[in-house]
Each structure stands twice: as C-alpha cells, then as structure tokens.
C-alpha cells in the first residue's frame, strides 16, 4: 500500500507543480508576489501603514492563490476515469483524496512561504512581524489546502463547479484568515495555536467529506 501511496503522490505532485493549462505552481506564486507588488500603489508610500497593514494583505493573497488551482484538484480525474480505476485496485476514494490534499499543500504552501520573504520586504514588514507570518502560514495553508481540495469534490461535474468553488472556499476560509491574520496584530501564541486548530479540524474532515462527494459524483 506504501509504495501506492507514494506512486499517488508523485503523480499528484507532478500534475500540480508542472501545471499544464493551468500553469502549474508558478501561477499562484505570481498571483501572490502581483498582489504584494500592487498593494502599495493602491495604498500609497506610506511605510508605517504598509508595515502595519501588509501581513494581513498577504493572508489575503495566500486565499486567493490557493483558489488558483480548484478546477483542476478533482474533476478532471472523475472525467476521465481514474477514481473507478483506483477503486479496483484498492484504493479508496478518501485515500486518494488524503494524498491529494498533500500535493496540493506542497505544490502552493512551501512555495508561497518562500515567495512571503520578498513580499514582506516589499512591504517593511518587520523582523518578527514576518516570522509570526510564515509561523502563520506554516499552519494554515494546510487547511487551506484541505479546504479546496474537499470544496473541489463538491462542486466536481457541476456547471461553472470552478467559479462556484472558489465563491464557497472564501467564507470557509474566514476563521483560518482571522486567526492568522489576528495573530500578527495580537503577536501572540493565541492566534497562530488558533490557527493550526482551525487547520487541523479541516485536515480531519477532508479525506471523509472529500471522499463521499466524489463517490456522489461518479453515480
């Protein structure tokens, strides 16, 4: 089963990073780099405001680029076949969708950490300002990722699933943003422990909520 597993993965993992017609993970590292670039001509030069403003925009930014790829973690697979095929040889639908959440969490999260490093310094974000963020990141991307992986099994097979998942994963992600966010103004242990427990009850959820949408879907 272990060597499934990581047959999965790789899989999973090279479909999201190299892309294809959605662009692989480049696209929502540039999304997300684009909006820290274009926030201070909104805002104006004002360095204080962007310093006490801008850890929040990246919250926002990391939402929004890892709406990115909804149209393309679940439904093309059910259209061509392959949870059928996966469910002969032995492999449940919520294991395939346990695994999916993690090449979705490594093909955007670490990526998009990484990419926070030049978007702080575009916007004079503070030695510990930007280590609470990535913190913050660290712990709620993956419930992010959990997030879009269960909302795209949802809306698999449905007319405009891809515009309407992205509408559904905004005002679920609601608590992960506020918490992450919350915990750069608060600074505190509270927000990101907040965070990671809003993070963890996705990752829990997902395999189960994922897995029975998708068996819905292929009926």
Same mark, same amino acid.
Request: proline share 5%.
């Given at each position: ?23 692989? @993970? ?9 909006? @820290? ?28 680029? @890892? ?20 469910? /002969? ?48 990141? /660290? ?76 068996? @819905?879907?292929?009926?």
């Amino acid at each position: 089963m272990s060597g499934r597993i990581t047959s999965l993965l790789r899989r999973d993992l090279a479909r999201l990073v190299l892309g294809g017609r959605g662009g692989g @993970a480049l696209m929502p590292v540039l999304f997300f780099v684009s909006v @820290a670039i274009l926030y201070p001509f909104a805002v104006g030069p004002d360095a204080q405001l962007l310093a006490r403003t801008g850890g929040g925009v990246i919250w926002v930014a990391a939402l929004l680029a @890892a709406i990115l790829p909804l149209d393309r973690l679940v439904e093309p697979d059910i259209e061509q076949g392959l949870f059928d095929q996966w469910a /002969l040889r032995g492999i449940s639908e919520e294991l395939v969708i346990a695994v999916r959440v993690l090449a979705h969490w490594l093909s955007f999260g670490p990526p998009l950490m990484l990419a926070a490093l030049l978007s702080a310094a575009l916007l004079g974000l503070e030695g510990a300002t930007l280590r609470t963020l990535e913190l913050g990141l /660290l712990a709620g991307t993956p419930g992010l990722a959990a997030l879009g992986v269960t909302v795209a099994a949802l809306t698999a097979g449905l007319r405009g699933g891809a515009a309407l998942a992205g509408l559904l994963v905004i005002p679920m992600a609601v608590p992960v943003l506020i918490f992450g966010a919350g915990s750069l103004s608060s600074g505190g242990e509270s927000g990101l422990a907040l965070t990671a427990a809003a993070s963890l009850v996705l990752l829990a959820i997902a395999p189960f909520a994922g897995g029975a949408a998708v068996r @819905a879907a292929r009926r």
